[in-house]
């Protein structure tokens, strides 16, 4: 069930403290500082933007005309996310208020394991749909340090016209002795790009990338001593112990201010200001055609260390705070990089960058539409690859572009390019030599054609991530661009234990009838390879702690039969992500012995298994360096020999932008072509039935006709046949675009090779073909008992290439079918118990 919101949750355990400094209101002054409760009737208002935002309904924001922040409500399940927890009484968001940025983890006042909850004052908590509004506004929280010992108090205050929050502590000594406390404020600021640093009392994080700076600057402590105590020296805290000595009946009060700027030259002439430092210097950059460089990174460093860095503004300025002799380099991903030294005295310093081209693209689909298309960028010569944004961005991220509509104008360093043009396995690619030359524009026009024809399947992507998962910082809506881009038709929205979803990013984009999707999550728990489960659909709560969803449970076991139950026993597909198979199905305790495994409670639950990288199965029982890991999809075949019905699946996991999506997918019988028509209930029927076939690439066909001594009758993978005469007719078809081949196919018979059923192009030259369609053959043979029959294809002397990025470039291009059961006396499909030479798994010794 989704959380109460905070004024229902304090009504049963504690009460809320709004401390305002003058009069309070209950209509909004424009120059007051304001305090609101986030609920349905102010969250359109009053919460945040930006990437990283983690406000909920209940949660505390305070804000004025420059700032806004938020504090999360004090309650024991309050996370920010999977890996940002216990943040009660933190600060989880703030941003400037004109340009809502959002970036921050959390500020956790005395760390992170402090257990802040509220006290109540006088007025009492208001209806938390009532804004308060004043000079300033204040909420203070409290938390038990030692039980009967030392108690803590925290303060958030914003002024009107203030440019900073105020956060003050104090630690109160409860007890009759002296009382010496070690705490340390935590910060939580994820990001690929962030700089770490500290500038006299400021502490400052950059996130360059996402245009955030935070700063923290901490004021002496002070302690209170009880009327006619003077103070002792050995109550003094230990030089950078982070230790305080409370005397008996009084206190130690810490104090800081917390700034927030979109780049960490702003944040230190915000803080400098209260310090009356002003001395600056001005950087000007332009390019050699004397143009002004807008959002160039500047950074200045003294002695190799950074001490202040920014971006132009749109006159290609930078003001920045004083460092005579430092080192100055500029750099813009349009541009060159430059380093000089800054001179003494100097009030302004022109930088000259070499004069950027530009690309202007127009893709379009065979008819000569718009379409979404992926456009890679590879430096040829003495050019190097482009580097546009890092991996956790959008549109522009490393060397590419993901375009929704084919169509973008985009600044790039000159040189000589070679540019791949691509939207995924069933469409050619185009490859084009571009030359940009300084203030020019180059063309790139290109036209995709689908070759590749998938009748009655659609591709999907099962697992997929982005920043509301906690464990990393890439923009969802960059995950969104590379499902579309990467030619995903169907992908559930899966973020780690949040409920969340892609609609929001589609209809921004108009792409609605490109992509299907529901809401989904990844609950997740330790360990890895047994504990994390994906489930699709599930019910959005907007706004409330997790979206609503199932927490996270140690035991496996528990943890999938809760996430079965969840919604009222509603109808969803629920997948084990990246298993150990031998831990979770034959290992339980993780002891290396057989047991029973989590088989009892948690088989029949899971209706699919992940089982990449799909061409493991050509490998032997045990991979890695020291034979120690075990082989998913080997393990696969020997549950299925068991009578473990479980369809596999092949997922990304991606999570971040750069070739994050696309080079694994399955393909899923639908009665649809149009992701616009595809109906989740559709997906979960097929993919519980096994209706699959998995892949990096290839588009492999298989079906099977037999004759259940009546009629002939025909299925696909995940299909139940009967073959009274023990024959089975089996058609196979490969078909790749223009950049992927294969050269081999093999049909598996109850987890085991056939000889006989091997072709390959060299030993079978007129088996395979040089087109898009590779191998198109209709196989006749006999089975001696039930069987499932499984059919392989890889391109053994062939690899993924460039398309797919330089991780998986070296794959193999392979496609691997679900089963097809066979029962030839028609009483039911009878399973062979063949381990196929090798015992069943264990947990392995690398899995942790």
Same mark, same amino acid.
């Given at each position: 069930?989704?959380?109460?919101?905070?004024?229902?949750?304090?009504?049963?355990?504690?009460?809320?403290?709004?401390?305002?400094?003058?009069?309070?209101?209950?209509?909004?002054?424009?120059?007051?500082?304001?305090?609101?409760?986030?609920?349905?009737?102010?969250?359109?208002?009053?919460?945040?933007?930006?990437?990283?935002?983690?406000?909920?309904?209940?949660?505390?924001?305070?804000?004025?005309?420059?700032?806004?922040?938020?504090?999360?409500?004090?309650?024991?399940?309050?996370?920010?996310?999977?890996?940002?927890?216990?943040?009660?009484?933190?600060?989880?968001?703030?941003?400037?208020?004109?340009?809502?940025?959002?970036?921050?983890?959390?500020?956790?006042?005395?760390?992170?394991?402090?257990?802040?909850?509220?006290?109540?004052?006088?007025?009492?908590?208001?209806?938390?749909? !009532?804004?308060?509004?004043? =000079?300033?506004?204040?909420?203070?929280?409290?938390?038990?340090?030692?039980?009967?010992?030392?108690?803590?108090?925290?303060?958030?205050?914003?002024?009107?016209?203030?440019?900073?929050?105020?956060?003050?502590?104090?630690?109160?000594?409860?007890?009759?002795?002296?009382?010496?406390?070690?705490?340390?404020?935590?910060?939580?600021?994820?990001?690929?790009?962030?700089?770490?640093?500290?500038?006299?009392?400021?502490?400052?994080?950059?996130?360059?990338?996402?245009?955030?700076?935070?700063?923290?600057? $901490?004021?002496?402590?002070?302690?209170?001593?009880?009327?006619?105590?003077?103070?002792?020296?050995?109550?003094?805290?230990?030089?950078?112990?982070?230790?305080?000595?409370?005397?008996?009946?009084?206190?130690?009060?810490?104090?800081?201010?917390?700034?927030?700027?979109?780049?960490?030259?702003?944040?230190?002439?915000?803080?400098?200001?209260?310090?009356?430092?002003?001395?600056?210097?001005?950087?000007? !950059?332009?390019?050699?055609?004397?143009?002004?460089?807008?959002?160039?990174?500047?950074?200045?460093?003294?002695?190799?260390?950074?001490?202040?860095?920014?971006?132009?503004?749109?006159?290609?300025?930078?003001?920045?705070?004083?460092?005579?002799?430092?080192?100055?380099?500029?750099?813009?991903?349009?541009?060159?990089?430059?380093?000089?030294?800054?001179?003494?005295?100097?009030?302004?310093?022109?930088?000259?960058?070499?004069?950027?081209?530009?690309?202007?693209?127009?893709?379009?689909?065979?008819?000569?539409?718009?379409?979404?298309?992926?456009?890679?960028?590879?430096?040829?010569? $003495?050019?190097?690859?482009?580097?546009?944004?890092?991996?956790?961005?959008?549109?522009?991220?490393?060397?590419?572009?993901?375009?929704?509509?084919?169509?973008?104008?985009?600044?790039?360093?000159?040189?000589?390019?070679?540019?791949?043009?691509?939207?995924?396995?069933?469409? $050619?690619?185009?490859?084009?030599?571009?030359?940009?030359?300084?203030?020019?524009?180059?063309?790139?026009?290109?036209?995709?054609?689908?070759?590749?024809?998938?009748?009655?399947?659609?591709?999907?992507?099962?697992?997929?991530?982005?920043?509301?998962?906690?464990?990393?910082?890439?923009?969802?809506?960059?995950?969104?661009?590379?499902?579309?881009?990467?030619?995903?038709?169907?992908?559930?929205?899966?973020?780690?234990?949040?409920?969340?979803?892609?609609?929001?990013?589609?209809?921004?984009?108009?792409?609605?009838?490109?992509?299907? *999707?529901?809401?989904?999550?990844?609950?997740?728990?330790?360990?890895?390879?047994?504990?994390?489960?994906?489930?699709?659909?599930?019910?959005?709560?907007?706004?409330?702690?997790?979206?609503?969803?199932?927490?996270?449970?140690?035991?496996?076991?528990?943890?999938?039969?809760?996430?079965?139950?969840?919604?009222?026993?509603?109808?969803?597909?629920?997948?084990?992500?990246?298993?150990?198979?031998?831990?979770?199905?034959?290992?339980?305790?993780?002891?290396? =012995?057989?047991?029973?495994?989590?088989?009892?409670?948690?088989?029949?639950?899971?209706?699919?298994?992940?089982?990449?990288?799909?061409?493991?199965?050509?490998?032997?029982?045990?991979?890695?360096?020291?034979?120690?890991?075990?082989?998913?999809?080997?393990?696969?075949?020997?549950?299925?020999?068991?009578?473990?019905?479980?369809?596999?699946?092949?997922?990304?996991?991606?999570?971040?932008?750069?070739?994050?999506?696309?080079?694994?997918?399955?393909?899923?019988?639908?009665? *649809?072509?149009?992701?616009?028509?595809?109906?989740?209930?559709?997906?979960?029927?097929?993919?519980?039935?096994?209706?699959?076939?998995?892949?990096?690439?290839?588009?492999?066909?298989?079906?099977?006709?037999?004759?259940?001594?009546?009629?002939?009758?025909?299925?696909?993978?995940?299909?139940?046949?009967?073959?009274?005469?023990?024959?089975? =007719?089996?058609?196979?078809?490969?078909?790749?675009?223009?950049?992927?081949?294969?050269?081999?196919?093999?049909?598996?018979?109850?987890?085991?090779?056939?000889?006989?059923?091997?072709?390959?192009?060299?030993?079978?030259?007129?088996?395979?073909? $040089?087109?898009?369609?590779?191998?198109?053959?209709?196989?006749?043979?006999?089975?001696?008992?039930?069987?499932?029959?499984?059919?392989?294809?890889?391109?053994?002397?062939?690899?993924?290439?460039?398309?797919?990025?330089?991780?998986?470039?070296?794959?193999?291009?392979?496609?691997?079918?679900?089963?097809?059961?066979?029962?030839?006396?028609?009483?039911?499909?009878?399973?062979? =118990?063949?381990?196929?030479?090798?015992?069943?798994?264990?947990?392995?010794?690398?899995?942790?």
């Amino acid at each position: 069930m989704p959380h109460r919101p905070l004024g229902q949750a304090l009504a049963c355990c504690c009460a809320l403290a709004f401390v305002a400094s003058g009069f309070l209101q209950e209509t909004r002054s424009l120059s007051a500082a304001e305090l609101a409760v986030l609920t349905p009737a102010t969250w359109q208002e009053f919460a945040p933007a930006g990437k990283e935002v983690d406000a909920i309904y209940g949660d505390l924001v305070l804000r004025n005309d420059r700032l806004v922040a938020v504090v999360a409500q004090p309650l024991p399940t309050r996370n920010a996310n999977m890996t940002v927890k216990n943040v009660g009484g933190c600060l989880i968001d703030f941003s400037a208020r004109d340009k809502q940025n959002d970036q921050l983890g959390a500020f956790f006042p005395l760390g992170k394991a402090v257990n802040w909850r509220t006290v109540h004052t006088t007025p009492e908590f208001p209806n938390p749909e !009532v804004r308060t509004s004043a =000079k300033s506004v204040s909420v203070k929280f409290t938390a038990v340090l030692k039980e009967n010992e030392v108690s803590a108090e925290t303060t958030y205050t914003l002024a009107d016209d203030a440019d900073f929050l105020l956060v003050e502590t104090r630690l109160l000594n409860t007890s009759e002795k002296l009382q010496k406390v070690t705490a340390k404020d935590e910060t939580r600021t994820d990001g690929t790009g962030y700089l770490k640093g500290s500038t006299g009392k400021l502490t400052w994080f950059y996130e360059r990338w996402w245009n955030a700076a935070y700063g923290i600057v $901490d004021a002496e402590h002070t302690t209170q001593y009880p009327a006619g105590v003077k103070a002792v020296a050995d109550l003094d805290p230990k030089p950078g112990a982070n230790e305080y000595a409370v005397p008996v009946e009084g206190s130690v009060a810490l104090t800081r201010r917390l700034y927030v700027a979109d780049d960490l030259r702003k944040l230190q002439v915000l803080a400098a200001a209260k310090s009356g430092d002003s001395a600056e210097t001005t950087i000007a !950059v332009k390019d050699s055609l004397n143009k002004s460089v807008a959002d160039a990174f500047v950074e200045v460093s003294v002695d190799k260390k950074l001490v202040t860095a920014g971006k132009t503004d749109a006159r290609g300025m930078i003001t920045l705070p004083r460092a005579d002799g430092g080192e100055l380099t500029v750099s813009s991903p349009a541009h060159q990089a430059k380093t000089l030294t800054l001179e003494k005295g100097a009030l302004t310093t022109v930088v000259t960058l070499p004069a950027a081209g530009t690309v202007g693209a127009t893709i379009t689909n065979a008819d000569e539409g718009p379409t979404p298309c992926k456009v890679q960028f590879r430096g040829t010569g $003495d050019t190097k690859d482009p580097f546009f944004f890092d991996k956790s961005g959008e549109h522009a991220v490393g060397n590419l572009y993901y375009a929704h509509d084919g169509k973008f104008t985009l600044a790039i360093p000159p040189g000589n390019y070679d540019c791949t043009v691509s939207y995924g396995p069933e469409y $050619d690619i185009v490859e084009q030599k571009l030359t940009v030359d300084s203030g020019s524009q180059a063309t790139l026009t290109a036209k995709l054609v689908r070759s590749v024809q998938t009748p009655g399947f659609v591709s999907a992507d099962f697992h997929s991530h982005s920043s509301p998962s906690g464990d990393n910082v890439s923009s969802q809506f960059g995950r969104v661009l590379n499902l579309l881009c990467e030619h995903v038709e169907y992908a559930p929205c899966t973020e780690h234990n949040r409920l969340s979803t892609y609609t929001p990013h589609l209809k921004r984009l108009g792409v609605e009838h490109l992509l299907g *999707t529901c809401v989904g999550m990844e609950l997740t728990s330790a360990p890895l390879p047994t504990s994390h489960f994906n489930a699709f659909p599930l019910k959005l709560h907007e706004h409330h702690q997790d979206g609503g969803g199932p927490v996270a449970d140690p035991n496996p076991e528990l943890q999938v039969a809760h996430l079965a139950m969840w919604d009222d026993r509603s109808a969803k597909l629920i997948q084990q992500n990246h298993p150990d198979i031998g831990w979770l199905f034959y290992d339980k305790d993780g002891d290396g =012995k057989p047991d029973a495994g989590f088989f009892t409670n948690a088989l029949p639950h899971i209706d699919v298994v992940e089982v990449h990288p799909p061409h493991e199965i050509f490998r032997e029982p045990l991979l890695g360096k020291d034979k120690t890991e075990n082989n998913t999809i080997f393990n696969w075949l020997q549950l299925l020999n068991q009578g473990h019905r479980i369809p596999g699946v092949v997922n990304t996991d991606a999570h971040y932008n750069i070739h994050g999506s696309g080079w694994l997918r399955i393909y899923f019988e639908s009665p *649809t072509d149009d992701p616009a028509k595809i109906k989740t209930d559709d997906v979960v029927h097929a993919a519980e039935h096994g209706h699959i076939v998995m892949t990096n690439g290839p588009y492999l066909e298989v079906r099977a006709t037999t004759n259940d001594g009546k009629q002939e009758t025909s299925d696909g993978p995940g299909g139940d046949l009967v073959a009274a005469d023990r024959k089975v =007719k089996l058609k196979i078809r490969v078909q790749c675009p223009n950049w992927l081949d294969v050269d081999r196919v093999q049909v598996f018979v109850n987890g085991r090779p056939l000889p006989k059923l091997n072709f390959t192009r060299k030993d079978n030259p007129d088996a395979f073909q $040089d087109g898009v369609l590779k191998f198109d053959r209709e196989l006749d043979f006999e089975l001696e008992a039930d069987a499932h029959i499984i059919v392989a294809t890889i391109g053994d002397a062939h690899a993924l290439g460039h398309v797919m990025g330089p991780e998986h470039a070296k794959d193999k291009p392979c496609a691997v079918s679900n089963p097809i059961y066979i029962d030839l006396d028609g009483k039911g499909f009878t399973p062979n =118990k063949d381990t196929l030479g090798a015992p069943l798994p264990v947990k392995a010794k690398g899995s942790k």
